[in-house]
Structures are given as C-alpha cells and as structure tokens.
C-alpha cells in the first residue's frame, strides 16, 4: 500500500455513518492472537461517533499538528495545532475499504485505542476520569533535550501530558521501523495509554506540598511506570513479546537518555532477577539520565509471574497465564497504584509498590504463591515487602 498526500489534504471518499448497532466495519491491520501476527482484515469498530473524522469515545484523530518541546526551558509551543483528519474510503459489502496509507493506519490506530480503552474499562478503571484523549497523527515534533541539541522525531509513539489538557497521544512518522509500524502494533499503544491511566493514579493525587522526590523515588517511580505499563500491553494483547513485532530482537539497540546503549528484555515472560546493578543505577543515576527500562522489566516479569502463580503454574516454566489471571493481577495493580498515589512518599521505593500489590492477594495458596516469586526475584529487599 503506497503512501497517500499529507492528512490535511485528504478529501472524503463518501460521507460514512455507523451501522444502527453503532458499530461500523473497517479493513485495516489487525492482530492475530492465535497465529501471533499481525494481517489485514474486516474490523468491527464499536465506538465512532465520526467515522468521517475518526472521532469517537477512545480518541479523536488530529492532523498537521507542529509543535516543540524544549527541555532546556521547560516549554512547550504549538506552532499549528492541527485540525480534524478525514478518513477515505470505499465501501464494498458493507466494509469500508481505505483508499491510502494514511486512511488505513488511522483506522488501525483509532481500533488499538479502542481495545486498550475496553480492557481498562474491564479491570475497573474508569477511563472517563482521563477526559477526552487525542492522538495526534504523523505531527512535525521538535525536541530539544537538556544539552540544547535539537532533533526532529521520528519512529515512535508516546504518551505526553499537556498539564491540565487532557491526555495527548503522538503517532510520528516512521523511518527505519518498518515492519509493523508503532502506533499500529497495539501492544504499543496499550502501553502508551497505560502510562496515561498512570498519571492519574499515581502523579496527579501527590500533594503540592509533599516537596520534591529524592533521586531513587523518581527512578523508581519511573521504573514501576515502564513495567506496569509493558505489563498492561501484554494484557491487552496476550503478547508478552509484543515489542518484537515492531523492532524484531537483535536488529536494534536501546539507548537510554544518551547516558549507555544497553540490551534491555522487553519480553514480559522471560524471569528477571532484581540485582543489585540495577539497584545501584536506580539509586545513582540522576533522574534525567536514568533509564526506567531495566527496573520496569522486572516489574513487568513479575506481574507476568504473578498471573502465572495464580494458575497455578511455575513462572519459570514460562506458561502463557490465562486472561483471567492477567486481568486478576491487573486489577490488582491498578487498585495498589491507587494507593500508591493516595500516599506518595517522597522517599517511594519499589518495595512500597509491591506490599500494596501483594495485599490484594488472598491469604493463603495465592499470596502464597506471589510471595515466593518477589522472594526469590526480589530477594535483595524481600524484608521490605510486607504481607510475605
């Protein structure tokens, strides 16, 4: 499929309306569980209002955006703040087929939007409290970094909030990932809308006069964020590997806010031991060089045994948990994150998150179970963790 003109310069194919159940069927790429793969394929989307201008309850779709943000002096400027997309398509057989690269990633990403707003929704999350979410699509997005060095973004999509705006989405262009492009790999956006949900259970509750967070607090806050949030994709998708679907292991290297190019497992089921060099980069580390994804593969290896301890299976073993499970501890989380949130410390440590999560396990054969994992993977602060 070739690439259309610019967003802001697609015209409608034909004015489109949901069927009488609200819901409208589009082709776009879609993953495949079972054959763990993305294709293309008829999708059922529920939840258009706009289906001309991909508006609906998930997110709405906004075009030609161009903005810059700076680090050095902590701004933000919108230099054109977009405007509503337009979705082209034909419709054969009663599904609207799109009619460029554009129209088609759109619809896919409008869909990823809508299974990650389904499944929060499904573990008790009220995804309301996050207002009206945008996402806006291919945005020219300048960053400047905290040494003043400049670059246009590319290959990535990511959660940024906007103070008091509601929260914003950003699908870039892509480059060199081109296998299944970022904001359409819906573990991606899983993960970025999780980080979103983070910020209102953990970060907006802190009250202004709590002071400033001590260096480890940030990291480890940082950290629980990224793991939490590697966690939920897979929740979402059932991947625990959903990142290589994208960036296919060993092609590409990690860099961390410039500081080390370091190989980091993003596969949620591969057991991760807490060691004492990931503990000593946490507690080091300045948190604008430090690099959450050491301790937010942990996190994520965790909670991925964790789910695992509720089957019943060994997490070494590396069983795929079932849903039930995985939503279980989802739900588990999201309700410590809560508390988390309710009581930040300045001094927060990771320890602080897991006694919140190991309380909602029952007493006996489940918390059993989650106990002997932090022991045996967290074992440097297993002491810390109350309810083991």
């Known amino acids: 499929m070739t690439r259309s003109v ?15 159940d609200g819901h409208v069927s589009i082709s776009m790429l879609d993953y495949d569980r079972a054959n763990d793969a993305y294709v293309i394929g008829a999708v059922r989307v529920a939840t258009l209002d706009n289906v001309d201008r991909l508006e609906g309850e998930a997110t709405t779709l906004v075009g030609g955006a161009d903005l810059k943000v700076d680090y050095q002096d902590n701004s933000l400027t919108w230099r054109d703040s977009g405007h509503s ?4 398509a034909t419709k054969t057989d009663g599904v609207l ?43 020219v997005f300048d960053l400047v970094d905290s040494r003043g060095v400049e670059d246009r973004m590319v290959d990535n ?34 993960h970025e809308y999780s980080h979103a949900v983070y910020d209102v259970l953990v970060y907006e509750p802190r009250s202004a006069g709590s002071g400033g967070l001590a260096v480890e607090a940030s990291n480890f806050l940082s950290g629980t964020n990224e793991g939490v949030a590697d966690f939920m994709a897979v929740g979402v998708t059932g991947d625990p590997d959903f990142i290589a679907h994208t960036i296919p292991r060993g092609t ?68 795929a948990p079932s849903d039930e499970a995985v939503r279980k501890v989802a739900g ?6 809560d508390e988390v949130g309710g009581q930040l410390r300045p001094t927060y440590e990771l320890w602080d998150f897991l006694t919140l999560f190991v309380g909602r396990f029952n ?10 994992l932090i022991q045996a993977r967290y074992g440097l602060y297993f002491d810390e963790v109350q309810g083991c």
């Open 252 to 319: 590409f290297r990690t860099q961390c806010n410039d500081t080390v190019w370091v190989e980091i497992v993003r596969d949620a089921s591969v057991p991760i031991t807490y060691s004492s060099s990931i503990d000593g980069f946490a507690r080091s580390i300045s948190p604008t060089d430090f690099c959450p994804y050491q301790v937010g593969a942990f996190v994520a290896s965790l909670l991925y045994g964790a789910a695992n301890t509720l089957d019943g299976h060994d997490p070494a073993d590396r069983v």
């Open 363 to 372: 007493p006996g054969a489940d918390r059993q179970g989650v106990c002997g």
């Open 97 to 139: 087929y799109p009619e460029d690269y554009d129209s088609f990633a759109m619809a896919s990403i409008y869909h990823n939007m809508e299974v990650a707003v389904a499944f929060f929704e499904a573990v008790g999350f009220d995804t309301t409290s996050l207002g009206e979410v945008t996402t806006y699509y291919w945005p």
């Open 332 to 337: 588990y989380v999201l309700d410590a994150l």
């Open 6 to 20: 610019p967003v802001r310069v697609l015209v409608l194919a034909l004015a489109m309306t949901a069927c009488e």
């Open 85 to 88: 997309v337009a979705f082209a």
């Open 157 to 190: 999509a990511f959660y940024m909030s906007l103070g008091n705006a509601s929260p914003a989405f950003f699908v870039l262009p892509f480059d060199q990932f081109e296998w299944v492009p970022m904001a359409m790999n819906r573990g991606i956006l899983a």
